[in-house]
Each structure stands twice: as C-alpha cells, then as structure tokens.
Antibody
Framework: EVQLGQSGAEVKRPGSTVTISCKVS????????LHWVQQSPGKGLEWMGL????????FYAEKFQGRVNIIADTSRDTAYMELSSLRSEDTAVYFC?????????????WGQGTVVTVSS | QSVLTQPPSASGTPGQRVTISCSGS????????LNWYQQLPGTAPKLLIY???QRPSGVPDRFSGSKSGTSASLAISGLQSEDEADYYC???????????FGGGTKLTVL
C-alpha cells in the first residue's frame, strides 16, 4: 500500500524559510505527480503546486509563485516543499498528496500533514 | 474567493439524501474531470470521487458524483452521522495552469 510520510511540526520566525519533506513508500515517486496543499486554521484547502518527478517540471499557484519551491529526490522517493519569506498568514497545515498520471489533481494518497507556525 | 463555488453549508437527517454543488467555468469544471474529497476534523482529506463519478475502492456506493457543463454535484444517500464532515471539489484550471479547490461545504447531520 502506498503511504506518504511527512516531516514534523515546525515553528518559524517571520521572514525565514521552512522546508517540509514528504516520503513515498510502497511505490516509486516517479510514477506520480506530487502536490502540496495548504490549509490555514479554520479554512479550506488551497493548492500550492505540483512537481513531475520524472523531469522536475513544476507548476505553482499564483498566490505562492516566487516564494515556493518544490523539488523531488527520486533516489530517496522524497519530495520537498520550501516556503520562504514566511509571514503570520503562512501558519497552516501543509499536506502532500500524489496523483496517478495523467491526473493532475490530488488523488487517493495524502500525507498526514505538517503544522507550520510562524511567530515572532 | 475560490475559483470553484460551493455552498458553505448543507444539512440533512439520518437516512436522507443530500447533494452538494460545485460550480466552475469552461476553463476548469467544463473541460476537465473533477474530484471530491471528504475531510474529518484534524485529518487529511480522503478522496471520495474521481473523474467526476468514479469511486475509489472502499468508498460506499452511497456517495455518487455527476457533472453537467460547468457544474458538478456530490450526492450522499442514506445519510449517516459519520458523514458529518467538510467536503471539497477540485479540478485543473487550464487558464491558471494549476489545480483549484472549492471553498468547501460543511455537512451537518441533524
């Protein structure tokens, strides 16, 4: 069974950068698109971007363009999401999810979520 | 303001049938397939429906999806207390070149 395991909770200062990892087990990262989704406290789901691990091509939501970077290490079946210039509004739970090609919307398998708190 | 529009809330009594709508445009719902997710408090979203009307293995057939033009619906029949959750639709948007979610619908089982 495919599972996605995310790194632990983070507390960050405003202006800093957070990096969250997402490891795929039970299958190969290359076989999927890998997505990141933000959920602010009490709010809905917001798609941040995706990466095609085969060639590293990325697509980012306009809201996060310039501050987000998604990379994939296929040798470790692990993807990373870097969010820079953090502000209080970035306090949220961040989920990774995969979709089976050619689907480009998050599918059946999700990580457990990583809580990021931005506070001075 | 979400690109896909859902009602903020819906409700029903046990055993009833409820529907949740998701309205988009020709660049997303109108041209691409749609997924539906269920999210219980404090948990990751769970895929309920993919490709407009397909159920992943393990999802009860009480859940069904449909799409017509730029609108889609999720129907839940035989409503149960454990169906009380937030529900989201999602699709790819060709104009934005990215995926978009609806704002979510909080379903209350009375």
């Amino acid at each position: 069974e495919v599972q996605l395991g995310q790194s632990g909770a983070e507390v960050k200062r405003p202006g800093s950068t957070v990096t969250i990892s997402c490891k795929v087990s039970g299958d190969t990262l290359r076989d999927y698109y890998l997505h990141w989704v933000q959920q602010s406290p009490g709010k809905g789901l917001e798609w941040m971007g995706l990466i095609d691990p085969e060639d590293g091509e990325t697509f980012y939501a306009e809201k996060f363009q310039g501050r987000v970077n998604i990379i994939a290490d296929t040798s470790r079946d692990t993807a990373y999401m870097e969010l820079s210039s953090l502000r209080s509004e970035d306090t949220a739970v961040y989920f990774c999810a995969i979709s089976e090609r050619p689907a480009v919307v998050p599918g059946e398998y999700w990580g457990q979520g990583t809580v990021v708190t931005v506070s001075s | 303001q979400s690109v896909l529009t859902q009602p903020p809330s819906a409700s029903g009594t046990p055993g009833q049938r409820v529907t949740i709508s998701c309205s988009g445009s020709s660049s997303n719902v109108g041209t691409d397939t749609l997924n539906w997710y269920q999210q219980l408090p404090g948990t990751a979203p769970k895929l309920l429906i993919y490709k407009n009307n397909q159920r992943p293995s393990g999802v009860p057939d009480r859940f069904s999806g449909s799409k017509s033009g730029t609108s889609a619906s999720l129907a839940i029949s035989g409503l149960q207390s454990e169906d009380e959750a937030d529900y989201y639709c999602a699709a790819w948007d060709d104009s934005l070149n990215g995926a978009v979610f609806g704002g979510g619908t909080k379903l209350t089982v009375l």
